[in-house]
């Protein structure tokens, strides 16, 4: 597989309309259990002109022995970086993609509150679909792009920032429900983890709303 280093092509030319761009990408969409997570990245244009660091991919193309040292060098290259939760029982109550745009929402918060002004940003988003503006209290400047995850250096900061930080979480998780193994799957429908729902039914931090038992392995 050909592994595409991220660039700073697309933030430097959207740089030139605009003061700061928020890079936004989540992680947990698809996970039976625990919560989804969206990372930011902020980047202004001191900093694209900043080398990309070493190492730096989608969280997807990083090894999980890796991911942690890649993201603390991710977040001391951006200017600034949070990351956004929306619990499982968000996502019940809500469905997915408004618990996307909820988590989204308060990541950009917190980037805002390290001082971004928001009246010159630009939220640079993974995919095609703006889940964030409908859920924000104010209005956004919001750009999908469609891989922006693997093409655009600001998003895969993003990216592994919010990958690292949910594995963590789930880890912590796991100490209390070790019988799903989410040290190991994160929360993700491997065979264990169905067979683990089976045997011990549904933890308060499973999507409980989702056809969990059958849903698809995907590793």
Not at 168 to 178: G, N, R, T, V
Request: hydrophobic share 45%.
């Amino acid at each position: 597989m050909t592994v595409i280093t991220p660039k700073l092509t697309l933030e430097r030319k959207l740089l030139g309309e605009c003061g700061v761009i928020i890079a936004l990408d989540e992680v947990g969409r698809g996970a039976l259990a625990g919560p989804v997570a969206v990372g930011a990245a902020m980047m202004d244009a001191a900093g694209a002109r900043r080398r990309v660091p070493e190492g730096l991919r989608d969280s997807k193309l990083v090894t999980e022995k890796r991911r942690p040292d890649v993201a603390a060098r991710a977040a001391a290259w951006v200017q600034a970086s949070a990351v956004g939760w929306a619990s499982a029982e968000e996502v019940d109550q809500v469905g997915i993609m408004r618990a996307l745009g909820l988590a989204a929402s308060r990541a950009v918060t917190a980037i805002a509150a390290q001082g971004a002004v928001m009246d010159e940003a630009l939220i640079l988003l993974d995919g095609n679909h703006d889940y964030v503006s409908r859920v924000h209290s104010s209005p956004l400047r919001v750009r999908p792009v469609i891989k922006a995850d693997r093409d655009c250096a600001s998003v895969s900061a993003a990216s592994v920032i919010a990958k690292v930080a949910r594995d963590a979480y789930m880890a912590e998780l796991h100490d209390s429900h070790p019988a799903y193994q989410w040290n190991r799957n994160k929360g993700y429908a491997s065979p264990e983890h169905r067979d683990a729902i089976r045997s011990n039914g549904l933890s308060p931090f499973h999507r409980a709303s989702w056809a969990i038992t059958d849903a698809p392995t995907l590793f």
